[in-house]
């Protein structure tokens, strides 16, 4: 009896010791580039009966639609506790580190600008991230909601902002050790490290070609002709393409769109509530 409690506890301990890699991928966000050796960094959360999964991000490219932020209101907490004001440069995501600083791209003209996530929200995989309003103004993003892309480019700084009081006091982080802190524009001072930089590029140019819906994505041909029978009320058709690794699918896809507005229209038609795999696709 000796030698089967040694041997469960030699086997117990070799389990420990082995790391489990979560398999579960978010709902219906095709959109974006994820590596399966990423870690869980929040519980699995549920909203509206759909699932979400923040990780620690090694990387991360999304293109969908930008709502100005509605749920919070100056001086309220965000998810991490830091006091939110509509002309700091914020957002809400399902499922990037909080914080995380994002490139965020407004698709109609090619304006950047950095983007602090501090702030849960923006939960769907068309409508992709929310946004302050001093975002809104600086990219020129229609009021309505504009086309983006959002890039990760830094994740888990080692301060927040949680003790600060006004929106003066929330643009500069005093005793924040300098070695940990995250370099903008190659400068830092010692009494005052800026958080609102926005590094806004102007380029003035659309950087697609046409728009659509991307209603689902599969295997096989006969499959998406069955959605594209469902959809006869709009211009839809199949989109046939191989991927990197040379598996070939079939998209159904609704477009082109002349612009974002008549593609958020036609989001708020009950035909798309059905379909859990949308998306924005860009040629």
């Known amino acids: 009896?000796?030698?089967?409690?040694?041997?469960?506890?030699?086997?117990?301990?070799?389990?420990?010791?082995?790391?489990?890699?979560?398999?579960?991928?978010?709902?219906?966000?095709?959109?974006?580039?994820?590596?399966?050796?990423?870690?869980?960094?929040?519980?699995?959360?549920?909203?509206?009966?759909?699932?979400?999964?923040?990780?620690?991000?090694?990387?991360?490219?999304?293109?969908?639609?930008?709502?100005?932020?509605?749920?919070?209101?100056?001086?309220?907490?965000?998810?991490?506790?830091?006091?939110?004001?509509?002309?700091?440069?914020?957002?809400?995501?399902?499922?990037?580190?909080?914080?995380?600083?994002?490139?965020?791209?407004?698709?109609?003209?090619?304006?950047?600008?950095?983007?602090?996530v501090n702030n849960r929200g923006a939960y769907s995989s068309t409508y992709i991230i929310n946004l302050s309003s001093g975002v809104f103004k600086e990219l020129n993003l229609n009021s309505g909601g504009g086309l983006v892309k959002i890039e990760l480019i830094n994740t888990n700084e080692s301060f927040i902002l949680s003790e600060t009081r006004t929106f003066e006091e929330e643009k500069k982080v005093v005793e924040a050790p300098i070695s940990d802190v995250v370099v903008i524009d190659n400068e830092i001072f010692s009494s005052e490290v800026v958080t609102n930089v926005s590094d806004m590029q102007t380029i003035e140019k659309r950087q697609y070609n046409e728009i659509y819906l991307n209603i689902a994505t599969f295997s096989f041909f006969e499959s998406a002709k069955i959605v594209l029978d469902e959809l006869s009320n709009f211009k839809a058709k199949v989109y046939n393409m191989t991927t990197n690794g040379g598996t070939q699918i079939f998209k159904v896809l609704v477009g082109p769109y002349e612009d974002v507005n008549k593609l958020i229209n036609d989001l708020k038609d009950d035909t798309f509530k059905k379909y859990e795999d949308l998306s924005i696709f860009l040629i």
């Open 1 to 116: 009896m000796k030698y089967t409690y040694l041997l469960l506890i030699l086997l117990l301990s070799k389990c420990t010791a082995v790391d489990i890699i979560p398999l579960a991928i978010e709902d219906g966000n095709k959109n974006r580039n994820i590596s399966l050796i990423e870690k869980y960094i929040e519980d699995p959360y549920q909203v509206n009966g759909k699932w979400f999964y923040p990780r620690d991000f090694k990387s991360y490219v999304e293109v969908g639609i930008a709502e100005i932020e509605m749920d919070l209101n100056n001086g309220d907490l965000t998810t991490n506790k830091e006091f939110f004001h509509n002309e700091a440069f914020s957002g809400s995501h399902r499922s990037l580190p909080l914080p995380s600083i994002l490139e965020v791209t407004n698709l109609e003209n090619g304006r950047t600008t950095k983007v602090r």
